[in-house]
């Protein structure tokens, strides 16, 4: 019997219930240890740091920034203040159109941090699940599956999204849709494999000799194993879905009507700002370069978790 028979078999449990309460005990124990790990990274703190630090700004946003994003700024003559540098009545100066940047830029963290949260999420769930239904049946169930995910991969992904929006609407969940239909490919093929390796264990011979049935034998058994790879993939897709908003939104695909940081770069090309506002430009650039930075730096960090042979001695 391997080292993980204790740790994920349910084995001489007398019920269902008391099987899903090992699960979670298992579970528990398993992110306490993953998260021992995580923390030694120094990476992984730094950029975990970065995406915190935002989240927490997209939460206050509403409560601390000093205009509305469309509002306009009107100086002393009571003429619109038209691409001011910044001062002390507006931080990061205003736009073309007289607006705050500053508050355009904390207002657009709430769109990027929530395309990037539940992209993530979406994108670990749906290739999580394709790619244990793959591995785990395998036969002709795991030869459609990947003939579907190897024709998804010729599909480009900003031309797809930007036909999307086109016939559904320029909305931020339109976007999430397309992150949600083509960004799980390579977290379904990581997964199956990891399946394929973890499907042939003693201790999943064990459960299926015991009667267990293909539900509880992958979501009890299986899923803990492929858990980390799950959250590993989610982390990166974190920069992803952030980038692929942005990308959108930039090309004049995105919602105007919501503040993020792409469409106030779009703006600011549309406005020919750029090499003469830095103040417009700048700011979400940075923003989208720290955030896409932090998750990537969470992402690598994860991966000791994935791989034991990459942590420090």
Same mark, same amino acid.
């Given at each position: 019997?391997?080292?993980?028979? +204790? &740790?994920?078999?349910?084995?001489?449990? /007398?019920?269902?219930?008391?099987?899903?309460?090992?699960?979670?005990?298992?579970?528990?124990?398993?992110?306490?240890? &993953?998260?021992?790990?995580?923390?030694?990274?120094?990476? =992984?703190?730094?950029?975990?740091?970065?995406?915190?630090?935002?989240?927490?700004?997209?939460? *206050? %946003?509403?409560?601390? =920034?000093?205009?509305?994003?469309?509002?306009?700024?009107?100086?002393?003559?009571?003429?619109?203040?038209?691409?001011?540098? +910044?001062?002390?009545?507006?931080?990061?100066?205003?736009?073309?159109?007289?607006?705050?940047?500053?508050?355009?830029?904390?207002?657009?963290?709430?769109?990027?941090?929530?395309?990037? !949260?539940?992209?993530?999420?979406?994108?670990?769930?749906?290739?999580?699940?394709?790619?244990?239904? *793959?591995?785990?049946?395998?036969?002709?169930?795991?030869?459609?599956?990947?003939?579907? #995910?190897?024709?998804?991969?010729?599909?480009?992904?900003?031309?797809?999204? !930007? #036909?999307?929006?086109?016939?559904?609407?320029?909305?931020?969940?339109?976007?999430?849709?397309?992150?949600?239909?083509?960004?799980?490919?390579?977290?379904?093929?990581?997964?199956?494999?990891?399946?394929?390796?973890?499907?042939?264990?003693?201790?999943?011979?064990? =459960?299926?000799?015991?009667?267990?049935?293909?539900? $509880?034998?992958?979501?009890?058994?299986?899923? /803990?194993?492929? !858990?980390?790879?799950? *959250?590993?993939?989610? %982390?990166? *897709?974190?920069?992803?879905?952030?980038?692929? &908003?942005?990308?959108?939104?930039?090309?004049?695909?995105?919602?105007?009507?919501? /503040?993020?940081?792409?469409?106030?770069? &779009? $703006?600011?090309?549309?406005?020919?700002?750029?090499?003469?506002?830095?103040?417009?430009? !700048?700011?979400?650039?940075?923003?989208?370069?720290?955030?896409?930075?932090? =998750?990537?730096?969470?992402? $690598?960090?994860?991966?000791?978790?994935?791989?034991?042979?990459?942590?420090? /001695?």
């Amino acid at each position: 019997m391997s080292e993980e028979t +204790p &740790q994920y078999s349910d084995r001489a449990s /007398p019920t269902a219930k008391g099987g899903m309460r090992r699960f979670f005990q298992n579970l528990k124990e398993s992110a306490i240890k &993953q998260g021992r790990v995580f923390w030694r990274s120094k990476m =992984a703190v730094a950029g975990l740091t970065v995406i915190v630090l935002y989240i927490i700004v997209a939460l *206050a %946003a509403p409560y601390v =920034a000093p205009y509305q994003p469309d509002q306009r700024i009107y100086a002393d003559d009571g003429g619109w203040k038209t691409l001011q540098p +910044p001062d002390a009545q507006n931080l990061l100066g205003t736009t073309g159109n007289a607006y705050d940047v500053f508050s355009q830029l904390i207002l657009g963290a709430r769109i990027a941090m929530f395309v990037g !949260i539940l992209g993530a999420f979406m994108v670990a769930v749906i290739g999580t699940l394709v790619g244990m239904i *793959a591995g785990y049946y395998g036969g002709w169930v795991d030869e459609v599956i990947m003939r579907i #995910v190897d024709i998804m991969y010729g599909l480009p992904f900003i031309p797809f999204v !930007i #036909v999307l929006v086109t016939v559904l609407g320029a909305s931020v969940w339109n976007i999430l849709l397309g992150i949600a239909l083509l960004y799980w490919l390579s977290t379904a093929r990581v997964i199956r494999s990891e399946v394929l390796s973890v499907r042939e264990r003693p201790y999943i011979e064990a =459960a299926e000799a015991a009667g267990a049935n293909d539900f $509880r034998i992958m979501f009890v058994h299986i899923l /803990p194993n492929v !858990i980390p790879l799950s *959250a590993l993939y989610g %982390a990166i *897709a974190v920069g992803y879905s952030i980038t692929a &908003q942005a990308s959108i939104a930039f090309l004049g695909f995105g919602d105007p009507s919501v /503040p993020s940081w792409g469409v106030m770069l &779009q $703006r600011a090309f549309v406005s020919q700002a750029f090499g003469k506002a830095w103040w417009w430009i !700048i700011p979400p650039g940075v923003s989208i370069t720290l955030v896409v930075t932090g =998750a990537y730096l969470v992402g $690598r960090g994860y991966e000791e978790v994935v791989n034991p042979q990459l942590q420090e /001695p």
